[in-house]
């Protein structure tokens, strides 16, 4: 982004009736603070007139956004309550991540980040790749909980960095989607890129990245399924733009069209979506190592819910 970024985007379906600076925060991956600053400072219109933090905004009313100058993404070290470390050495340290938590800093994203929390906890990570991603060598969305690895070790950054290229990491997630889907088992395979509307969503698009999901029903409820998801590739939001392409949309994920009623008798605030397991070869002797997760409290309980009716 530039100083003075100008955007006029329409609000998409899956956040009808959102207050407009929750609705910022999610089209344009800012913070519910920095999208406070955006409206009282003038810089939002909705259809044409200044808004009101408390607006709501309607499916597909215009949104003219005037978009802050880039700030510095260099991480800060912080603690991160939640960020558990579930194995390191010399070179690798794998982490379970908790939701409202990004993987590194990015601009506009002023909350805690998994790198920040890792070098406030005095870890020594590698130093290759932007200043902002050291020794990040993939992510999860901030409302993604569960496993990611990081590198320590310089070697351990180019090899693992290899891998996720040549698709040679397990990357397994469980998501509680909406419905049925039919067959019980099957593989997406659809580019996805940048949602033409550019207002922070993703889509299934002509000319996209080639993005590869597969996924395979483990629980089936009233209204929902449980799914365990294995990714080939591993593109922004995949799994959540795949299972909407589908009509399965992630409980919850009202960016991509998820049911509010559903999400509140559930008591979710974010899309139930967890990285369950993760599974590479060791970057330092090439030995097979693997980790798993526990869902997070609030998909526990919304999972209890379901079983409970079932």
Partial sequence: MTAGDQRRVPVPEG?????VDAALARMFGLSRTSAAELITGGQVLIGGRP???SDRVPAGEWLDVTLPAPVSTAPVPRTVPGLAVVYEDSDIVVVDKPPGVAAHPTPGWTGPTVL????????????????????????LD????????VAKSEHAYSVLKQAFRDREVDKRYHALVQGHPDPLRGTID???????????????VAGGRPSVTHYDTLEAFRGASLEEIILETGRTHQIRVHMAALRHP???????????????????????LHAVRLGFAHPADGRRVEFTSDYSPDLAHALNILRAES
């Fill in 116 to 139: 920040e929390g890792l070098l406030g906890a005095g870890q020594i990570l590698a130093t290759s790749g932007a200043a902002e991603r050291q020794g990040i060598v993939h992510r």
């Fill in 15 to 19: 956040l009808d009736g959102e207050r």
């Fill in 250 to 272: 992630c409980a919850g994920d009202r960016l991509y069209g998820a049911d509010p009623v559903l999400a509140a008798h559930l008591g979710l605030t974010r899309q139930w």
């Fill in 190 to 204: 659809a580019p996805t890129g940048r949602h033409p509307a550019g207002d922070g969503r993703f889509a299934v």
């Fill in 51 to 53: 808004a009101a933090k």
């Fill in 142 to 149: 901030a409302n993604t909980s569960g496993l990611m690895v």
